[in-house]
């Protein structure tokens, strides 16, 4: 499976997700943001988090619609990011852009997102598009019960995380921050469901890598369905 990095804030899951886009992926997406035509964050920002939010996004078009194509092509093929997220639904994702001086306060996801066909915020993500070398600050801050957790991840790297946690990104002070920020409503609602079922399914996995098909894999197969058969809201 892909490399995975869990670390938990209180009884917030937060997982690192490391090579969700190729090299090649990440070159050609780079590319056409730099040519691309960007617009103010703050026309898809509630209201509240309007007032905190200073960043420029990819104006909707041709270009937003086929790297929105690359994006979603990736998270279907990651096994980690299904395993653990169990989509349901996912927003139309934001390429955005920070410069020098460009930030996004203390905030929290919308619960409810769309216009028409609602959907319900459960798992947010940011997927990084460039290195930490091509920039200083903008790292992703984490208000925890523990205190604040910060993440600065290498491209093609994504942190996925609930949709109730309080965070910011600080403000970029060199270079240019490119990533990608989506939100998912999940088949199964509680995280602490999806983080039971996550276990479940990575101890199997493994467990198949070890000794194939055996009679405990089996029966760790029959919980897991059982549990999401419980728990998934289709």
Same mark, same amino acid.
């Given at each position: *499976? ?5 670390? *938990? ?45 200073h960043n420029t996004q990819l104006k909707k078009g041709n270009t937003s619609e086929t790297l929105t194509q690359r994006v979603s092509a990736a998270l279907k093929r990651n096994p980690v990011f299904q395993m653990a997220v169990r989509p349901k639904a996912i927003r ?7 410069? =020098? $001086? ?10 409810? *997102? $769309? ?9 947010? +993500?940011?997927? +990084? ?11 992703? =801050?984490?208000?925890?019960?523990? $205190?604040?957790?910060? +993440? ?19 403000? =970029? ?34 467990? +198949?890598?070890?000794? $194939? ?22």
């Amino acid at each position: *499976m892909a490399a995975v990095d869990r670390q *938990m804030g209180g009884k917030i899951m937060i997982l690192c997700i490391g090579n969700v886009l190729t090299p090649a992926e990440l070159e050609e997406i780079i590319s056409q943001l730099k040519t691309a035509e960007f617009v103010d964050g703050k026309l898809t920002a509630g209201w509240h988090a309007r007032l905190v939010k200073h960043n420029t996004q990819l104006k909707k078009g041709n270009t937003s619609e086929t790297l929105t194509q690359r994006v979603s092509a990736a998270l279907k093929r990651n096994p980690v990011f299904q395993m653990a997220v169990r989509p349901k639904a996912i927003r139309s994702p934001l390429f955005s852009r920070y410069d =020098v $001086g460009m930030s996004y306060g203390t905030h929290v996801d919308n619960a409810v *997102m $769309g216009e028409g066909e609602l959907m319900r915020s459960d798992v947010s +993500f940011t997927l +990084f598009l460039n290195p930490p070398s091509e920039y200083d600050g903008g790292e992703l =801050v984490m208000e925890t019960t523990q $205190g604040d957790q910060a +993440f600065k991840l290498d491209a093609g790297a994504m942190i996925v995380y609930p949709s109730t946690t309080l965070h910011r990104v600080e403000p =970029v002070t060199r270079g240019v921050r490119w990533v990608v920020v989506s939100w998912v409503q999940s088949l199964v609602r509680e995280a602490s469901d999806r983080e039971i079922l996550f276990d479940l399914d990575t101890a199997r996995h493994r467990l +198949f890598e070890q000794q $194939g098909k055996t009679a405990e894999f089996d029966l760790l197969s029959k919980s897991l369905a059982n549990l999401l058969r419980k728990w998934a809201e289709v």
